[in-house]
């Protein structure tokens, strides 16, 4: 096989389970988070042994790690995205009281679940409840429209 292609996979191998080996580490359990990174600096030591002693111009090795690292970064961050569960989140909104019916209406017309308190002041604080990240992108775009404060609150896996 020739060389350059044979770099080139073996990089991009390196950029997956680096990039793994990094989410592993702060979002894994210790035993995961060890076992990603052993395999990652064990797999990584081929990487330098290859990039040490094969026989392509310096400027290749750089052109080849760059794009293995664009490609795959992105396409590990994709994949985690995508597996990524839909959580609870509290927003907690403070909106100019003048606003209330119509957050109350722009609520109620999204089917978003919420309660809230009157008159604190010239502000009713709502608290509302964004089950997927879609709610929560319209109760974003609902507070900007409306000029309110926010707060949120995610909820976290025990």
């Known amino acids: 096989m020739n060389f350059l292609v044979m770099f080139l996979i073996v990089n991009f191998v390196n950029v997956l389970l680096s990039t793994w080996k990094s ?3 702060v979002k894994g359990s210790k035993l995961s ?3 990603w990174n052993a395999l990652a600096f064990a797999y990584y030591s081929w990487v330098v042994i290859l990039t040490a002693t094969g ?3 310096v400027w290749q ?3 080849v790690v760059f794009i293995c690292n664009i490609i795959g970064v992105y396409l ?3 994949f985690e995205q995508k597996k990524r569960k839909d ?3 509290k927003i907690e909104l403070t909106v100019p009281t003048e606003n209330k019916g119509r957050m109350i209406d722009s609520l109620t017309a999204h089917e978003i679940p ?3 308190i009157e ?3 010239k502000y009713t604080i709502f608290n509302v409840y964004a089950a997927t990240q879609s709610d929560t992108k319209v109760v974003d775009n609902l507070a900007d429209i409306y000029n309110a404060k926010k707060f949120a609150t995610e909820t976290k896996l025990v």
């Open 55 to 57: 026989n392509l111009p």
């Open 87 to 89: 959580r609870l989140w």
């Open 119 to 121: 008159n604190i002041g």
């Open 33 to 35: 988070a060890a076992f």
């Open 23 to 25: 989410i592993m580490t």
């Open 61 to 63: 090795k750089v052109v």
């Open 76 to 78: 590990v961050k994709w």
């Open 114 to 116: 919420f309660n809230y």
